[in-house]
């Protein structure tokens, strides 16, 4: 099973720009269905962008066109640019990972392996 650390957090003021990476060890990320999530305090884990094992990628509305998902497999890493941020953008973000060809945003299969998350707060 693969081993995802996220790195790359940190605190922006509204507009600026942050870039995520996800390490991943212990499994070549492949063949894998890889995902960013996030989770702001007091509101449930939602999906932010996914992107599968042909680099086919989908985003949650609210990111279309500030975020970008990609994957880098010789080196093994999954990164998010996030441009453009806002204050609602704030949250602890987590990468994951799953096997399945069901790579979706919204109804794809259920992702396995998680990171530990890294921080991401925007101020106003």
């Known amino acids: 099973q693969v081993q995802l650390v996220e790195s790359g957090g940190g605190s922006v003021q509204s507009g600026g720009s942050l870039r995520l990476s996800c390490a991943a060890s212990?499994?070549?990320?492949?063949?894998?269905?890889m995902g960013w999530f996030r989770q702001a305090p007091g509101k449930q884990r939602e999906t932010v962008a996914v992107?599968?094992?042909?680099?086919?990628?989908a985003y949650v509305d609210l990111v279309k066109g500030r975020f970008t998902i990609s994957r880098d497999n010789a080196k093994n890493t999954l990164y998010l640019q996030m441009n453009s941020l806002k204050p609602e953008d704030l949250g602890m973000y987590y990468c994951?990972?799953?096997?399945?060809?069901?790579?979706?945003?919204?109804?794809?299969?259920?992702?396995?392996?998680w990171g530990q998350g890294t921080q991401v707060t925007v101020s106003s």
């Open positions: 994951a990972a799953h096997t399945s060809w069901n790579c979706q945003v919204e109804g794809g299969a259920p992702f396995i392996s």
């Open positions: 212990g499994a070549s990320i492949r063949d894998y269905c």
């Open positions: 992107i599968d094992k042909y680099a086919f990628t």
